[in-house]
């Protein structure tokens, strides 16, 4: 199935916008967020601090009336120079184009299942600035195989799953972590989809590069496309 009929029959999975954290959450109470160069409130704090991204994200809730901030699919981001890795490659060969939607909210938020499926894969990724514990579903819907990763929960998350386990859409399978065990990030869930894991176990970028980005833009297609949030 080719690109564009693939997301097709993702956005035909469901009418409805699909929940992928707690759902007692009203998707009226969801506020979208830009974390690129274009949101001049980043160049007013520390963006290397996850404690001082946890005030700003804080008060962009509390002024927007929200609960959870969200976007970010094929967004250009600087926060990844945090990092002296991204640092010393060229423009081009930086991983700075986000393949997925974050949702920002509460530590031990629920996270729920996107879609009916089984655990492929889970696993701490704990370097700097890495996912944290991630999980990664396999789901099969009319013939059609892909993957949901679901990134920076709770150590407790993982730690009494087992490949193979079944979901069902809607099941919590983990909770938002803390900084100290996603990444130094602020609490939120990294979603993302995925055709073709390319033997990855437990992870898979979540970032692209310029010089990447067609072929991860066919690989990973817009979580919108289920979220049903910001298409």
């Not at 010393?88 to 939607?101: A, C, F, Q, W």
Request: with cysteine; hydrophobic share 35%; charged share 20%.
């Amino acid at each position: 199935m080719n690109t564009e009929s693939f997301n097709q029959f993702l956005s035909q999975i469901s009418e409805e916008p699909i929940a992928v954290i707690d759902a007692s959450i009203s998707f009226d109470k969801y506020f979208p967020i830009v974390i690129s160069s274009k949101n001049k409130d980043l160049l007013h704090f520390d963006i290397s601090s996850s404690i001082e991204w946890e005030t700003y994200l804080a008060s962009f809730l509390t002024n927007n009336k929200a609960e959870v901030a969200f976007g970010g699919y094929l967004e250009k981001r600087n926060i990844y120079d945090r990092s002296d890795y991204f640092k010393k490659l060229s423009e081009n060969e930086k991983r700075n184009i986000h393949l997925g939607v974050d949702l920002w909210c509460d530590e031990n938020t629920k996270v729920l299942a996107a879609l009916d499926g089984k655990i492929h894969s889970f696993k701490n990724n704990k370097n700097y600035g890495d996912y944290g514990p991630t999980i990664i579903l396999k789901h099969q819907i009319e013939g059609q195989v892909f993957y949901t990763l679901y990134g920076h929960l709770s150590t407790a998350s993982i730690e009494n799953i087992k490949i193979g386990d079944t979901v069902l859409q809607g099941n919590i399978i983990g909770y938002l972590g803390s900084a100290a065990v996603n990444g130094d990030y602020a609490p939120h869930l990294h979603f993302q989809i995925i055709r073709d894991l390319l033997d990855n176990f437990g992870d898979y970028p979540g970032v692209s590069s310029e010089e990447n980005i067609v072929f991860y833009k066919n690989n990973c297609p817009n979580p919108n496309l289920l979220l049903k949030s910001a298409i």
